[in-house]
C-alpha cells in the first residue's frame, strides 16, 4: 500500500473544502491507498508496440476556410426584415 497519511488526505480534503471525520479520513486514507496501487500496477504493463487510442468513436472536426464572404443585402433590405425598426436599428423590446 502507498505511504498516504492521515495529514494528507486531510490536507487534500482542505484543498477540496470538505468537512471530514475521523473515520472517513481513514476509509479515504485506504481508499487513496489502494487506487494509487493500482495506478502502479497499470504502469508496470508492457505497453510496447500498442498505438495510442485518442479517439475511438471516428468523429472528426470539420473546418471551413475563414474566407470573408460579400453579401448583396443593403442595410434596407436587412432592416426592411425587421418587425420594428428605427433610426437605421433594429428595435428589440427592453430586457431588464
Known amino acids: 500500500m502507498s505511504d498516504i497519511s492521515s495529514d494528507d488526505v486531510r490536507h487534500l480534503a482542505q ?3 470538505l468537512s471530514l471525520d475521523d473515520q ?11 487506487i494509487l496501487a493500482y495506478i502502479g500496477e497499470l504502469g508496470a ?4 508496440g500498442v498505438a495510442p487510442t485518442y479517439q475511438v468513436t471516428g468523429l472528426q472536426n ?9 453579401d448583396t443585402a443593403d442595410r434596407e433590405a436587412l432592416l426592411a426584415l425587421a ?13 431588464l
Open 62 to 70: 470539420v473546418m471551413r476556410d475563414d474566407t470573408i464572404q460579400h
Open 45 to 48: 504493463l508492457d505497453t510496447e
Open 15 to 17: 484543498l477540496s473544502s
Open 24 to 34: 472517513e479520513v481513514e476509509d479515504l486514507r485506504v481508499d487513496l491507498g489502494n
Open 83 to 95: 418587425p420594428t425598426s428605427r433610426d437605421n436599428q433594429v428595435e428589440v423590446p427592453k430586457v
